[in-house]
């Protein structure tokens, strides 16, 4: 097929039993991100995302970004956050000011903590060991998702190991998921040139599926806007597609979630390129991320959850998102650190924040896990027959 309109009739034929059948090729999701009319593209996605998770619940998650270490040896140019080894600024938190930061989430009713840093060559193996198992032992209901793929390359090279052996020493100490951080663009065109120094995407891929192998949680994201064509977008989802199906074949836990959101360069290397126009030129605005969540919902059809990021597109435009294939408003986080040093101002939400875009785009709130088990909910946004303007029929 080459006409948008018809590529969006077939698909919202979809449903779980025939899904094979309706499966987007790269060509078709590329004239999509090209050709399709905005509005009846996030129909299409809605539609597929009811088809899949017709509850009509939008879930959230009650968690804690926390960033452990700012040593970096990657230096990626979008990243504001890192800070070389011997910096004036370079700092590592011990397990006492990190489980002083889980104890205050504790407090709101948090589930868990998403811990990553930088790939610091000073740490060894046993430190990562000691940390996970103290945390483990002093918040046993805390769920700890730590350190992404190249941060679990980093330390396998530090300690000569290999990544299966360091991820399975670090679930035997209490780790349960590993975050998709570090993944961006799974083109290696893109990442040679922002990311020399990082793994490719053949690597990513294999430390996730050694990661869905033991057991732990995972989840994929994607960072775009670095200037790649719509094209590379479509063939980071292909990867992905790729991944989730071995997974799924092999009878390993899939990716639980997808999470995309437009790289930030207000104040990184990579947005002063070009005489500084990178910082104007490149990145997403509201409309593409929109495109590109919607595109997502359709060609990912492996993937049961897809999460609206408030962070980098703020609460109003991740409550459209709810209502263009995202099921997930993404989580409180209280805090960050990353994305924040990019130039990101917001990076905290209450629980009545999400609650409200969640009520007012016409569904119902509900807390989870990491692993997507539902939790119980107090409501604390005012109903939705109070609103001044009833929301959306479902």
Not at 16 to 41: G, P
Not at 43 to 63: F, G, P
Not at 198 to 226: C, D, P, Y
Request: glycine letters at 6%.
């Amino acid at each position: 097929m080459s006409n948008w309109l018809e590529i969006l009739a077939h698909q919202n034929k979809w449903t779980r039993k025939n899904s094979s059948s309706f499966r987007l090729s790269i060509a078709e999701a590329n004239d999509l991100y090209l050709n399709a009319d905005l509005h009846q593209l996030q129909q299409a996605a809605h539609n597929r995302r009811m088809a899949l998770n017709s509850n009509k619940e939008v879930t959230y998650l009650i968690d804690r970004n926390i960033n452990y270490t700012n040593i970096c040896t990657i230096n990626c140019q979008f990243c504001s956050f890192y800070r070389p080894p011997g910096h004036a600024e370079i700092y590592t938190q011990s397990a006492t000011e990190i489980s002083q930061r889980i104890t205050e989430l504790e407090t709101i009713g948090g589930s868990r903590i998403l811990m990553q840093g930088g790939v610091n060559p000073n740490l060894p193996l046993s430190w990562y060991l000691d940390l996970i198992s103290e945390l483990h032992t002093r918040h046993p209901q805390i769920m700890l998702d730590c350190f992404s793929p190249i941060e679990i390359e980093g330390i396998a090279e530090v300690c000569n190991s290999t990544t299966l052996d360091v991820l399975t020493k670090m679930q035997k100490a209490g780790l349960d998921g590993l975050p998709g951080g570090g993944a961006e663009m799974l083109v290696d065109e893109i990442r040679n040139d922002v990311s020399p120094k990082k793994h490719g995407t053949e690597e990513w891929i294999r430390i996730m599926r050694e990661a869905q192998s033991l057991g732990l949680t995972t989840s994929a994201t994607n960072v775009f806007g670095f200037g790649e064509s719509t094209m590379q977008r479509v063939e980071h989802l292909q990867e992905l597609r790729k991944a989730q199906d071995e997974a799924l074949e092999v009878g390993d836990l899939p990716f639980t979630s997808f999470i995309a959101w437009p790289v930030q360069l207000e104040v990184n290397t990579f947005g002063k390129r070009n005489s500084g126009r990178n910082r104007f030129e490149l990145g997403a605005g509201p409309s593409e991320y929109l495109r590109h969540i919607a595109i997502s919902r359709l060609f990912l059809d492996n993937f049961n959850h897809i999460q609206a990021s408030w962070p980098t597109m703020g609460l109003n435009v991740a409550q459209m998102a709810l209502l263009g294939g995202a099921d997930d408003a993404g989580s409180t986080m209280m805090e960050e650190n990353v994305v924040s040093a990019s130039g990101t101002e917001k990076m905290e939400a209450t629980e009545l924040e999400l609650q409200r875009i969640i009520s007012r785009a016409g569904f119902s709130a509900r807390r989870r896990d990491s692993k997507y088990n539902l939790l119980p909910t107090e409501i604390l946004c005012s109903p939705r027959d109070e609103l001044a303007a009833p929301p959306p029929a479902q």
